[in-house]
């Protein structure tokens, strides 16, 4: 007859007998087995000084199951890193949402370069719009991008805070575009210097360092 073991704790098997394989009336049990991480017990019986355990008792022990085949039974125990703490799922990001991703952040980047830019050199409303439109419209493009490659819940994840960063870059554009209709003059420093701006600023670094690393995190300076 032959025993094999499947699944964690191989190393049991060493000293398994196979119930029916029969103990003479003079071996008693000696001591109990018992299995850290697992409730329960099993007798154990000293055969010529050595410790043995009949297996279907170890199977219960380990809520394992038993089967047979022939003059073959094969023991199949629960994994052993199956019963460890689980690991978090992963926070990876997907290769084309962090490409999208990346784009749509360098648009917002050049978007707010050039709107610092119209406000250095005194654009008027409408050449301020010419200016930045297309780096407007290639954010929202790209973003749509970025939502199509969102697969996973990462990315997902990820991508709530790509369109929070959209939206604050709009506001600040926005907040901008209506002090120049009114007339209103507004320098660089004072633009680096609003809370929206620097909320901007702060979302982009977030962002720019969850996609150096590829996994999506959230330290709340988006929000």
């Known amino acids: 007859m032959r025993v094999t073991a499947r699944g964690g704790c191989l190393i ?53 199951s038993l089967g047979y085949r022939g003059n073959e039974i094969t023991l199949t125990l629960p994994d052993a890193a199956g019963e460890a703490v689980s690991q978090p799922a992963t926070r990876e990001l997907s290769r084309d949402f962090l490409n999208a991703g990346i784009e749509t952040m360098s648009d917002i980047r050049e978007w707010r370069s050039a709107l610092l830019v119209a406000l250095q050199n005194g654009y008027r409303v409408a050449d301020l719009l010419i200016v930045i439109e297309p780096y407007q419209a290639q954010a929202a493009k790209n973003l749509r991008l970025a939502s199509v490659a969102a697969t996973t819940a990462s990315d997902r994840d990820a991508l709530q805070l790509l369109n929070k960063e959209l939206g604050h870059m709009q506001q600040l554009s926005n907040k901008v575009l209506t002090a120049r209709k009114k007339a209103s003059y507004i320098t660089v420093d004072s633009l680096k210097k609003d809370p929206l701006d620097q909320k901007v600023l702060k979302c982009a670094h977030a962002l720019g360092e969850m996609a150096a690393s590829g996994e999506f995190r959230d330290d709340g300076s988006c929000h």
């Open 12 to 64: 049991l098997a060493l000293f398994l007998v196979v119930t029916g394989l029969g103990f003479s009336q003079a071996e008693q049990q000696d001591g109990t087995l018992v299995v850290s991480g697992h409730t329960g017990q099993a007798p154990v019986t000293q055969v010529n000084g050595r410790p043995y355990v009949a297996i279907d008792a170890l199977a219960r022990l380990m809520n394992g």
